[in-house]
């Protein structure tokens, strides 16, 4: 190159190599990581800089090997060699896998297990209870201690509750503690004296899954008739009971609910009832009076 008159050779180029052992890595069940080399070495160069996939500068010297914890998946490493001829760049990686015997459960390599989760019903049947205008059913499904090494948690899309014509039923699912062994599911908008049939399934890391079917059958809808509190007319009454928030109309099971605890009251009159059937000859009329609540 000539300058200026005067002919000068151009800086040569840095070179860099860089290489990763293993690059096909393993690691071990329980753990999370394990150890790789990175090796670099480089040449016409005044700057070094060899880094992680996230960044983090992992040594600075010109030529270097360094021992560096590998996760799971791909784990990229970048050797940048600055000099007075220009910069270069190599990269190289290496790529982890869990041990044979387990398998990735987020970011850990989990052992697996050849026993099969065990899945029971707590207490022998599902609670039943209305609110506002709807049945529901309780139930909670414990596993054993195999839950631990095999699955991080019960799965909440493999919870089902279906009558006998598969017609599936509004389900929320929680869990009853933060160890996450068991659940609890909720079926809401139930038909009374009805056959269901709710499912759980639990897989595996291993590859199996666990069923269990609870069936059960709603009570029939209570009595709510004759009402508990019925005042003749002339006596004297003191305020009115207030319904729930939501319960407005008598169809709804709240508002029978309220009939039969003596939440509604009743004032008989001396009118009579014609032209009805024969059982419900002379029935008297009857008003009820209660306190709807308005939604804030």
Same mark, same amino acid.
């Given at each position: 190159?000539?300058i200026n008159?005067?002919?000068?050779t151009?800086?040569?180029?840095?070179?860099?190599?860089l290489?990763?052992?293993p690059?096909?890595?393993?690691?071990?069940?329980?753990d999370?990581? &394990? $150890?790789?080399?990175? %090796?670099?070495?480089? *040449?016409?160069?005044?700057?070094?800089?060899?880094? +992680?996939? !996230?960044g983090? /500068?992992?040594?600075?010297?010109?030529?270097?090997?360094v021992n560096?914890?590998?996760?799971?998946g791909?784990?990229?490493?970048?050797?940048?060699?600055?000099?007075?001829?220009?910069?270069?760049?190599?990269?190289?990686?290496?790529?982890?896998?869990?041990?044979?015997?387990?398998v990735?459960n987020?970011?850990?390599?989990?052992?697996t297990?050849? &026993? $099969?989760?065990v899945l %029971?019903?707590?207490? *022998?049947?599902?609670?039943?209870?209305?609110?506002? +205008?709807? !049945?529901?059913? /309780?139930?909670i499904?414990?596993?054993?201690?195999?839950?631990?090494a095999?699955?991080?948690r019960?799965?909440l899309?493999?919870?089902?509750?279906?009558?006998?014509s598969?017609?599936?039923?509004?389900?929320?699912v929680n869990?009853?503690?933060?160890?996450?062994?068991?659940v609890?599911?909720?079926?809401?908008?139930?038909s009374?004296?009805?056959?269901?049939t709710?499912?759980?399934?639990?897989?595996?890391?291993?590859?199996n899954?666990?069923?269990?079917?609870v069936?059960?059958?709603?009570?029939?809808e209570?009595?709510w008739?004759?009402p508990?509190?019925?005042?003749?007319?002339?006596?004297k009454?003191?305020?009115?009971?207030?319904?729930?928030?939501?319960?407005?109309?008598w169809?709804?099971?709240?508002?029978?609910?309220?009939?039969r605890?003596?939440?509604?009251?009743?004032?008989?009159?001396?009118?009579?009832?014609v032209?009805?059937?024969t059982?419900?000859k002379?029935?008297?009329?009857?008003?009820?009076?209660?306190?709807?609540?308005?939604?804030?």
């Amino acid at each position: 190159m000539n300058i200026n008159g005067v002919c000068t050779t151009p800086s040569p180029a840095p070179v860099a190599t860089l290489s990763v052992t293993p690059s096909s890595c393993t690691i071990a069940a329980g753990d999370s990581k &394990t $150890k790789v080399n990175v %090796s670099y070495a480089t *040449s016409n160069a005044t700057t070094v800089k060899l880094v +992680n996939g !996230l960044g983090t /500068t992992l040594s600075t010297a010109l030529s270097a090997g360094v021992n560096v914890d590998a996760f799971l998946g791909s784990n990229d490493y970048q050797v940048t060699a600055t000099g007075s001829g220009g910069t270069t760049v190599q990269s190289a990686k290496a790529t982890c896998t869990c041990a044979a015997g387990s398998v990735a459960n987020g970011a850990v390599c989990a052992a697996t297990d050849s &026993t $099969k989760p065990v899945l %029971s019903v707590r207490g *022998s049947t599902p609670a039943f209870s209305t609110t506002s +205008n709807t !049945l529901s059913a /309780t139930i909670i499904v414990d596993s054993n201690g195999v839950l631990g090494a095999n699955v991080s948690r019960l799965p909440l899309g493999y919870m089902t509750v279906v009558d006998s014509s598969n017609a599936g039923r509004s389900i929320t699912v929680n869990f009853t503690d933060a160890s996450r062994k068991a659940v609890q599911l909720v079926a809401s908008g139930l038909s009374y004296a009805t056959a269901y049939t709710a499912t759980f399934a639990l897989p595996d890391l291993a590859g199996n899954t666990t069923q269990l079917a609870v069936p059960f059958t709603t009570p029939a809808e209570a009595v709510w008739w004759p009402p508990a509190t019925i005042t003749p007319m002339g006596v004297k009454v003191f305020g009115a009971n207030q319904l729930p928030e939501g319960c407005t109309s008598w169809l709804e099971p709240c508002w029978k609910e309220a009939v039969r605890n003596g939440i509604v009251k009743f004032v008989d009159t001396p009118a009579k009832m014609v032209g009805l059937p024969t059982a419900n000859k002379d029935r008297s009329v009857v008003f009820a009076y209660s306190e709807i609540q308005q939604p804030p």
